[in-house]
């Protein structure tokens, strides 16, 4: 994973790794409340422990972050949005009327010594609720994603693998608590999309999400794997998720083996500048 992408999908990392068909992602601005998020700190256990600084313009729009030496220089124009690192990686949005429509980065993929590039296409409905996303690599669909909503919340995603066969098929579950400035690791739309900050892909779900619950099938319908991820949070005066602490158990159905179990636990601090 090259510097850009560490940024973009930092929070996730821990999902990337232990519930292998999750997908990528930076934090989403939310329902303004004024309050702009300053300093994530993450500790991903065995994964590590990370800082992040973010910058603002004078517009209010994510300039840079910084972290381990590192940084990232976000610009943007009429149509696009690019996050670039020292080395010169470079992760985009295309936009249109001010929403995601594709997105991805060249040669960040590698398989079997292959360098893949990747793209996502993103559709939306008459609500403005993002409702399909199409994953490619070299131009190739890799998988599809379909996305139910319900009283104003991502309730559903269903991801079909185009070559193996394979669905996922992930239900969301919320408090009645307003969210307010959404990070992403508390976003269910950070499993569908490569997240920029700035609230680019559509409605927001409006409450505060407590569990995710994912069941992977094989292209027989056996069971592959099965997940339950739960959410615990401390807010502010503001409202803003100021601790966040998530518990995730996932069982494994290897073929011709025994079912096994993994729980893994990270936690997120999180500071902001609040006018």
Do not use: W
Request: charged content about 15%; proline content about 2%.
């Amino acid at each position: 994973m090259n510097k850009t992408l560490k940024f973009l999908m930092i929070g996730l990392v821990a999902i990337i790794s232990i519930a292998s068909c999750k997908k990528e992602i930076d934090f989403n601005a939310g329902k303004s409340n004024n309050c702009q998020l300053t300093t994530l700190t993450t500790d991903l256990g065995p994964l590590g422990k990370y800082t992040i600084n973010y910058f603002y313009d004078a517009s209010g729009k994510i300039s840079k972050a910084t972290s381990d030496g590192q940084t990232n220089t976000y610009a943007y124009s009429t149509n696009k949005i690019t996050a670039t690192d020292e080395d010169g990686y470079v992760a985009e949005i295309v936009l249109e009327n001010g929403r995601a429509v594709s997105s991805g980065s060249d040669g960040v993929i590698v398989s079997g010594g292959i360098s893949y590039d990747y793209t996502r296409k993103y559709t939306y409905n008459a609500e403005g609720y993002l409702v399909e996303v199409k994953n490619y690599l070299s131009g190739v669909l890799s998988s599809t994603d379909v996305l139910t909503y319900s009283n104003g919340n991502l309730v559903k995603g269903v991801s079909t693998d185009a070559n193996l066969g394979f669905v996922s098929t992930t239900t969301y579950s919320y408090s009645t608590e307003l969210a307010l400035n959404t990070y992403e690791i508390a976003d269910p739309l950070s499993y569908h999309v490569d997240y920029f900050p700035g609230g680019y892909y559509g409605k927001q779900s409006k409450n505060v999400l407590v569990k995710t619950s994912t069941k992977t099938v094989d292209s027989s319908g056996d069971p592959f794997t099965d997940d339950v991820v739960n959410y615990s949070y401390q807010f502010d005066a503001k409202g803003n998720a100021s601790a966040l602490t998530f518990t995730q158990v996932t069982n494994f159905y290897p073929s011709g083996g025994p079912m096994t179990t993994d729980t893994y636990t990270a936690k997120f601090n999180l500071v902001y500048n609040c006018k």
